[in-house]
């Protein structure tokens, strides 16, 4: 519910609400931060951020190894393994410290996310290479709200929903790896 002195008198447009959505904590202030060197803003705790493009496997793993221990949950469906499952081999080559990292490899990634969600032991969970309807994004959102975690979704195709809170698009070049922002809402 928004506190009544951010509505007013004003007539809100809806997608002036759905800005206003996640900007701020219940206090009034921004939202705390992740910090990640591919982003130098930083990814904002209690949302949903969605990241795309060619380099988004390698954005979350570099973002991970940022993250000093934190435990991190990567959620994938097997039956996407055809389109680049993650290697845990292939991270562990990368300096990437397994044992922050529980894999969860389930059919059922709805139900799997809402529970890892819901049990917030972790600060970061990444979901990869789904798509989503926009009520379970929604509901997702607000279990992530809940607490100071972060939800990755690694997505081929940009959501057309209103639901994250930032959608950045990875790219990779001769220097190295790049995100912009591709929308941002309200979270400054």
């Not at 759905?18 to 939202?31: E, F, I, M, P």
């Not at 990814?43 to 973002?63: I, W």
């Not at 080559?93 to 032991?121: G, H, P, R």
Request: charge should be positive.
């Amino acid at each position: 519910m928004l506190a009544p002195a951010l509505v007013g008198n004003k007539k809100w447009t809806l997608e002036q609400l759905r800005q206003l959505v996640g900007s701020a904590d219940s206090a009034g202030s921004q939202r705390p931060r992740r910090s990640c060197s591919l982003y130098p803003e930083g990814l904002p705790l209690r949302s949903l951020v969605e990241v795309s493009g060619c380099g988004k496997t390698q954005f979350a793993v570099q973002f991970i190894q940022e993250q000093a221990s934190a435990p991190v949950a990567w959620i994938e469906d097997p039956r996407r393994a055809a389109q680049g499952s993650i290697n845990p081999f292939g991270l562990w080559q990368m300096n990437l410290d397994l044992q922050q990292i529980t894999f969860i490899e389930t059919m059922q990634v709805e139900w799997a996310t809402q529970q890892v969600l819901q049990s917030q032991l972790f600060p970061i969970v990444i979901c990869s290479e789904l798509l989503f309807h926009e009520k379970i994004l929604r509901k997702f959102q607000l279990f992530v709200e809940k607490y100071e975690g972060l939800f990755l979704l690694l997505s081929s195709e940009v959501h057309q929903s209103w639901v994250p809170a930032l959608q950045l698009q990875v790219q990779r070049s001769t220097h190295g790896l790049s995100a912009r922002t591709l929308r941002r809402r309200g979270v400054g």
